[in-house]
């Protein structure tokens, strides 16, 4: 089976930058999404990692740790419509279906 | 159209009735899957539709649970004699190469169910 662990809230200030982590344990590793999901709406795509290293694409990055079962998104210049839900999921060998964590809630304040 | 689309977006319904989800996928993508978004919960998965294979329904919550894939593109979840429990925001997704390690998923809206 897969477990996946996201912190469930974090605040941060706009203008700042912020890290939401998230760590996994599987029998078998082919990938890591992270996805942005606002409140009442669908989940949107935000990145892939299947190496380990950092992806970056404009204000958001992404990295993974495939040793560690570890990757973290990091939001930079936070904005006030960067206030959403961020989901992690899993996608194992043999397995076309990703497993997503709880989401972590972020709130961006003034 | 551009997206997934689902309908309806909306619905309440008495415990005990019958209720059916649509899903429009998007043109092109082979690939289908349902979800289930309870308050507070990750994405459940509930089942997989790839081309003409039969399904992946190891996410089923319980036989009360149903899903057909016409002709390879809409496709209808159907929950027989509703209970409180399953109530939630039920997603589908589709993409178009699930075989590829790069694969993403793009998600409809939902659709918001209730059972009163």
């Known amino acids: 089976g897969q477990n996946i662990d996201q912190p469930t809230e974090m605040t941060a200030t706009e203008g700042a930058i912020v890290q939401i982590n998230c760590t996994y344990q599987?029998?078998?590793?082919?990938?890591l999404f992270w996805y942005q999901q606002h409140a009442g709406e669908a989940p949107t795509f935000l990145s892939y990692n299947v190496l380990d290293g950092l992806e970056e694409k404009g204000r958001f990055s992404s990295f993974l740790s495939r040793s560690k079962g570890y990757s973290y998104l990091l939001l930079k210049e936070l904005q006030m419509k960067d206030s959403a839900s961020y989901l992690c999921?899993?996608?194992?060998?043999?397995?076309?279906?990703?497993?997503f964590g709880r989401g972590t809630s972020l709130i961006v304040h003034p | 159209g551009a997206g997934v689309s689902q309908s309806p977006s909306n619905k309440v319904t008495e415990k005990g009735k019958d209720v059916e989800l649509r899903c429009d996928p998007i043109?092109?993508?082979?690939?289908l899957y349902w979800y289930r978004q309870s308050l507070g919960q990750g994405l459940e998965f509930l089942i997989y539709f790839q081309g003409n294979s039969a399904p992946d329904k190891s996410g089923l919550p319980s036989d009360r649970f149903s899903a057909e894939r016409t002709g390879g593109s809409v496709s209808t979840l159907t929950i027989q004699r509703t209970q409180q429990e399953d109530s939630a925001v039920y997603l589908c997704?589709?993409?178009?190469?699930?075989?590829?390690?790069?694969?993403?998923?793009?998600f409809g809206p939902g659709t918001r169910l209730t059972v009163l």
């Open positions: 043109s092109g993508h082979t690939a």
């Open positions: 999921a899993v996608r194992t060998g043999g397995s076309y279906i990703p497993t």
């Open positions: 599987t029998s078998g590793f082919n990938g």
């Open positions: 997704a589709s993409s178009r190469s699930p075989d590829s390690s790069t694969d993403t998923q793009y």
